[in-house]
């Protein structure tokens, strides 16, 4: 008998669904694996959760050391998130010889070394697709898929809150705080915004994604991080105009020094498939050596496709124990110790929007500040002045350049009294 | 020591990208996932591809057989293709026991009932990722990442060669026979195109897809196909005023009924994903009940796609077998018998171009048919007469109606004197 036993802790949204993808599709999970997974346990602090899903008395505890404890429990589910009662627990469970399978994306990307080395020193397995991009099996994709692969680069579209808010400025041209309010709302985003509009979130699921696509330990603090909170709604009009959207990208990328992992607004071309990714859907582009470019897309939240992929880290993780293989540690082991580059390194194009008093030769400054400083311009447009308005826009896309220039250049340029100590930079997506 | 040794049946182009990851990636795979990967033997039956590819003398062999009776050999990779040299090495290989990975669609579309009953008599696993999509891990994510999901509906991008013509004719507004004959210049169509351009070739790679997504064997011969083949540059331009694209596509639907499984082309709105995939780019949408809708996209065919997901399989298929689990025949049986419905009763949206007569009273005599098998337009547009043309352009948009209906109606009002025998119907992708 191809047994397997779990326990669930935290019966939070996430947690309702993974109950109800047991209730519903129990037996076809069955059908499909030859395995027959049992919920042994569930805790939960509200007790009041066991009434509304209909949890029977004797698989309920309050208690998350009781499911740690369960002698015939293997596979542990952690769906209780943050970096601290989830991390002791984790540890615990390892401890313990469980198995474990998490969505908590912070404390992977903030406590993945120690994670993943009492994991190993415990022999266990630690299952954690649902942690990135929600149901989308990127993880596995990674991994398994593309095993073969030297990954190049990734580009996520890693945060569905963000990518709501920009949809949402773009379709109806009102501003970030607006499209906030909606994204509320309609429960795209939380009471507290900050994780997701900071970029806080995307960054912990790209921290995760590029270690194990690089095979490197990624350094989550050091992962340059800006969030859509700084977009203006004229910025995303005027991108319109060179033929580009404005996305939150959260990118890792190899080059000849190191990695550079980063999260920010970016234009991205109307014709990229990432350009048709909208409302709080979630997307990753891989480019690799084989498989060339490749996409994936799907729901980045939610309860539903958030059980999906626990339960596939669950059937895999049951496939693992049940073949008794020798445990293979290379799994959770970083055999690659790549550099991980500076922020100020990054090379690419950029969009610029000065706002200029409208006086004779103040373009001319502005290019021979950014000539100066290794930065040239591809195109200009020059905003027609608004009447009630001091300052008229100057829009610029620039050829590659390196951030710690434009950073340079900028500082410089603020510095005029012709210009509005306000200029707006905007990455560009380039190849 | 975990290592696993595999031989190589056909050397052409999907032989010489595995060829080619081996040399250039072997180190990474062992890096990875702690398996030990050898090419014990490669058979092609042109002994020039040994010198071409720089493969030692000890490896190379004219004859299939002496790869199928190497004692080391644990996984037999088949990339000759077609179904009769290939069909019998595949069950020869079985019978030695030897597990097998193939690229190979057209096999398994056509004789996949008899191919899984021998590799579940003899025990051995078979992967066949490669043979679907290229190299998107579609085969994996529909058994994997979706085992916890009842899948709804499939909805494939899966012939290269059509999507690349397509998407020539309508970037440029010429011809299916100019777009085919660049296609065939730039290595996108094979110089005898019909499998791809009949919906052929997509036919075997749904009919394996949806085999495995809605575990019942699908039968090939019934699936219903029309190709590119039909496809009028002018019905592309008026899809287009109704803001559509026209795409090749793959779908299998699981309905009350039973499943319905269908290659045609196919009106896709452009605000939908799969209108962004562009040339010969591959792509698969997934409807099931948690993870809700997915899509995965990348290159679908060319040899260091579909070496990636050759040996992604093999990779797998050591894991299992180094794994020493008990063999699990459900990978390899459709448990669920589900009808497979007929053409007929297909039920979606339609666009009809009519070559009528300029005469009073044709429309409201068109529509009279429409009316009576039960089809309701939902928009007409009347193009104006051009000069040196006897008809002009008569094209609707109707609701929902079904593939039966439409046939009858179609043949009454292509029996008409002021009606050209020579409408023109392309369904329409709904939800």
């Given at each position: 008998?191809?047994?397997?036993?779990i326990g669930i802790l935290g019966m939070g949204?996430v947690g309702?669904?993974v109950?109800?993808?047991?209730?519903?599709?129990?037996?076809?999970?069955?059908?499909?694996?030859?395995?027959?997974?049992?919920?042994a346990k569930v805790a939960d602090k509200?007790?009041?959760?066991?009434?509304?899903?209909?949890?029977?008395?004797?698989?309920?505890t309050?208690d998350p050391i009781e499911v740690l404890e369960h002698?015939?429990i293997d596979i542990v589910v952690e769906l209780i998130g943050g970096t601290t009662v989830a991390r002791e627990l984790i540890i615990r469970a390892a401890e313990k010889h469980k198995h474990i399978v998490t969505a908590n994306k912070a404390l992977l990307a903030r406590h993945g070394p120690e994670v993943f080395k009492i994991v190993v020193e415990n022999e266990v397995e630690i299952g954690f697709e649902a942690s990135v991009?929600?149901?989308?099996?990127?993880i596995?994709?990674?991994?398994?898929?593309?095993?073969?692969?030297?990954?190049?680069?990734?580009?996520?579209?890693?945060?569905?809150?963000?990518?709501?808010?920009?949809?949402?400025?773009?379709?109806?041209?009102?501003?970030?705080?607006?499209?906030?309010?909606?994204?509320?709302?309609?429960?795209?985003?939380?009471?507290?915004?900050?994780?997701?509009?900071?970029?806080?979130?995307?960054?912990h699921k790209?921290t995760i994604?590029?270690s194990f696509?690089?095979?490197?330990m990624?350094?989550h603090?050091?992962?340059?991080?800006?969030?859509?909170?700084?977009?203006?709604?004229?910025?995303?009009?005027?991108?319109?105009?060179?033929?580009?959207?404005?996305?939150?990208?959260?990118?890792?990328?190899?080059?000849?020094?190191?990695?550079?992992?980063?999260?920010?607004?970016?234009?991205?071309?109307?014709?990229?498939?990432?350009?048709?990714?909208?409302?709080?859907?979630?997307?990753?582009?891989?480019?690799?050596?084989?498989?060339?470019?490749?996409?994936?897309?799907?729901?980045?939240?939610?309860?539903?496709?958030t059980?999906?992929a626990v339960?596939?880290d669950v059937?895999d993780i049951?496939?693992r124990i049940?073949?008794?293989?020798?445990y293979?540690s290379?799994r959770y082991?970083?055999?690659?110790?790549?550099?991980?580059?500076?922020?100020?390194?990054?090379?690419?194009?950029?969009?610029?929007?000065?706002?200029?008093?409208?006086?004779?030769?103040?373009?001319?400054?502005?290019?021979?500040?950014?000539?100066?400083?290794?930065?040239?311009?591809?195109?200009?447009?020059?905003?027609?002045?608004?009447?009630?308005?001091?300052?008229?826009?100057?829009?610029?896309?620039?050829?590659?350049?390196?951030?710690?220039?434009?950073?340079?250049?900028?500082?410089?340029?603020?510095?005029?009294?012709?210009?509005?100590?306000?200029?707006?930079?905007?990455?560009?997506?380039?190849?």
């Open positions: 008998m191809r047994k397997i036993e949204t309702s669904g109950w109800d993808l047991f209730r519903k599709n129990r037996d076809l999970i069955w059908n499909k694996s030859g395995i027959d997974l049992k919920i509200d007790p009041k959760r066991k009434g509304v899903l209909g949890i029977p008395d004797d698989i309920f309050e002698p015939d991009g929600g149901g989308i099996p990127i596995k994709t990674i991994r398994e898929a593309l095993v073969g692969n030297r990954v190049k680069k990734i580009i996520g579209i890693l945060n569905g809150t963000s990518n709501f808010i920009l949809t949402k400025m773009t379709r109806e041209g009102i501003d970030f705080n607006q499209a906030l309010e909606v994204a509320q709302r309609l429960g795209f985003a939380e009471a507290d915004p900050y994780l997701d509009i900071s970029g806080g979130d995307a960054r790209i994604l590029s696509a690089f095979n490197t990624i350094d603090d050091s992962v340059y991080m800006e969030g859509v909170d700084g977009i203006d709604i004229k910025d995303i009009g005027y991108a319109e105009e060179f033929g580009f959207v404005t996305k939150l990208l959260a990118v890792a990328h190899l080059t000849d020094h190191g990695i550079l992992v980063k999260v920010h607004p970016t234009l991205v071309s109307r014709e990229n498939p990432l350009a048709a990714v909208l409302w709080e859907d979630n997307a990753v582009m891989v480019e690799s050596d084989f498989l060339g470019t490749s996409m994936y897309y799907g729901k980045g939240a939610g309860a539903k496709p059980a999906s339960v596939a059937v049951s496939e049940l073949g008794k293989s020798e293979n290379k082991t970083f055999f690659r110790d790549l550099p991980q580059l500076e922020f100020e390194t990054n090379r690419t194009r950029y969009y610029f929007r000065f706002n200029v008093l409208d006086r004779p030769g103040i373009l001319s400054k502005i290019a021979g500040v950014l000539g100066q400083n290794n930065i040239s311009i591809a195109s200009v447009i020059q905003k027609e002045k608004e009447e009630e308005l001091k300052y008229v826009p100057l829009i610029m896309m620039t050829h590659d350049a390196v951030e710690a220039d434009v950073k340079r250049a900028i500082a410089k340029i603020d510095s005029f009294p012709e210009v509005e100590k306000s200029s707006k930079i905007i990455r560009v997506l380039t190849d």
